[in-house]
């Protein structure tokens, strides 16, 4: 029997797949209740607040007085989907369908490593063991769909450039975010052909809900009337603050459980202005970076949205999936000088779980255990963060690229192993 399993050579992607059905399995078996996930019930916004919407959405108009609806137009198409299955309950067909979403990501990622020079397979890795990790709130939550798309969106983006931007554009009218995959797109034709992609999809997106269903943009007012919650950056002072007296509460407000106190708005708008910061930086080093490789655009893809993910008002668990997934895509190039961010990363991910569902009381009360969760959690995404500007940065940016600031992987290498096809790729100047 060795012998014959010793024969029976698996392959890595054998062993990927194998991996993924198992731990997807075990995700299918926790959000249908037929194991109990520890702590919080999971499946809560999609048996309650996305059927609820669904039942508006229905009706053909959007959820103009319902607070908890702070997304773009295009999500009503995500939630009013599982209506296609009516043989199944709506929150079992949302289940089935997210796991559908899984399974793309997965394949497209399977096929690069295929299609690819060299065939690597850390991306697919990074997927599945970074899912894992994440836990069956990959499930529970309808950010899978769109890092699908945002996943197939950022593959297609340097060989066609036209398909990325439509994809990225139909992303962000799903959850915004994917519109971030453009930042790192090389100068030139690529970009025109991408950026104007992508804004011709959104506006057709836009227009077409807008004069199909009233009230399309109200999300823009609820996103804007957020405060702090409880698993942001900015909490981790109020979670602290609490045990020298600060009398602030958590509870539900604008769909999380947000703190409500003295100095929650001054820090919810410093978060704000950390946002606006990354981007200024991110426009700085659009302008600056002159040494793009092939893995750039993937690199800068991740910066941008995690920096945005850190500085948020909000860092739902959720979050985590699209920086499993766009952290997946720059595993694909051996160029891709954001490894440690994405290990970091990575970290971050297995103690957000942690921290939601199963510890969550303890972050709602500040005690000690989700204060060490937490700190530690935020600590990693920062950590990740400064660690993927400084290596983006000193591999694309002419003087210091030039010293190889970033330790061990010099910036002007990938460059010089670029295929003829590939240099036309990236340096397409139009």
Not at 115 to 125: D, E, L
Not at 155 to 164: M, T, V
Request: net charge positive; glycine share 8%.
């Amino acid at each position: 029997m060795i012998q014959i399993v010793t024969n029976t050579h698996i392959s890595g992607r054998g062993w990927a797949v194998l991996t993924w059905v198992v731990t997807r399995a075990a995700f299918l078996l926790f959000v249908f209740e037929l194991i109990h996930f520890p702590g919080q019930y999971i499946a809560h916004d999609v048996s309650s607040v996305y059927h609820r919407w669904y039942g508006v959405l229905s009706t053909g108009r959007f959820p103009l007085h319902d607070v908890t609806w702070q997304y773009p137009p295009g999500a009503a198409l995500v939630i009013l989907a599982p209506g296609l299955l009516p043989f199944l309950s709506y929150t079992a067909a949302f289940f089935w369908l997210a796991f559908l979403a899984d399974a793309v990501i997965l394949a497209v990622l399977l096929r690069d490593s295929r299609v690819r020079r060299g065939g690597r397979m850390a991306g697919v890795w990074v997927w599945v063991g970074g899912g894992a990790l994440l836990g069956p709130i990959i499930y529970a939550r309808y950010d899978v769909m769109v890092t699908a798309v945002a996943v197939a969106g950022l593959l297609l983006l340097p060989r066609r450039p036209k398909a990325g931007g439509v994809l990225a554009g139909v992303g962000a009218m799903l959850k915004v975010w994917p519109l971030l995959l453009l930042i790192g797109t090389p100068r030139g034709r690529t970009t025109r052909r991408s950026w104007i992609s992508a804004a011709v999809t959104m506006a057709v997106i836009a227009l077409a809900f807008h004069l199909a269903m009233p009230g399309s943009l109200s999300f823009l007012t609820f996103q804007r009337d957020r405060g702090t919650e409880v698993e942001s950056l900015g909490a981790t002072v109020f979670h602290i603050a609490r045990h020298f007296g600060w009398h602030g509460t958590a509870r539900m407000h604008y769909g999380s459980v947000e703190f409500i106190g003295p100095h929650v708005h001054l820090v919810s708008t410093a978060a704000m202005v950390l946002s606006l910061l990354a981007f200024a930086w991110l426009l700085l080093w659009r302008v600056r970076a002159r040494s793009y490789s092939v893995a750039t655009p993937f690199d800068a893809a991740f910066t941008a949205v995690l920096v945005f993910t850190t500085t948020s008002r909000v860092i739902s668990p959720q979050y985590m999936v699209w920086l499993v997934g766009i952290g997946a895509v720059c595993m694909t190039l051996r160029e891709s000088v954001v490894r440690r961010p994405v290990a970091l990363m990575l970290g971050a991910t297995l103690f957000t779980t942690l921290e939601f569902p199963i510890f969550f009381e303890d972050i709602a009360h500040s005690d000690k255990l989700g204060v060490a969760l937490i700190v530690t959690r935020n600590g990693l995404l920062v950590l990740a963060s400064l660690s993927a500007c400084r290596r983006l940065w000193a591999a694309t940016v002419p003087r210091r690229a030039a010293r190889g600031a970033v330790e061990g992987e010099p910036a002007d290498a990938p460059a010089a192993v670029l295929t003829r096809a590939e240099r036309v790729g990236v340096h397409d100047k139009g």
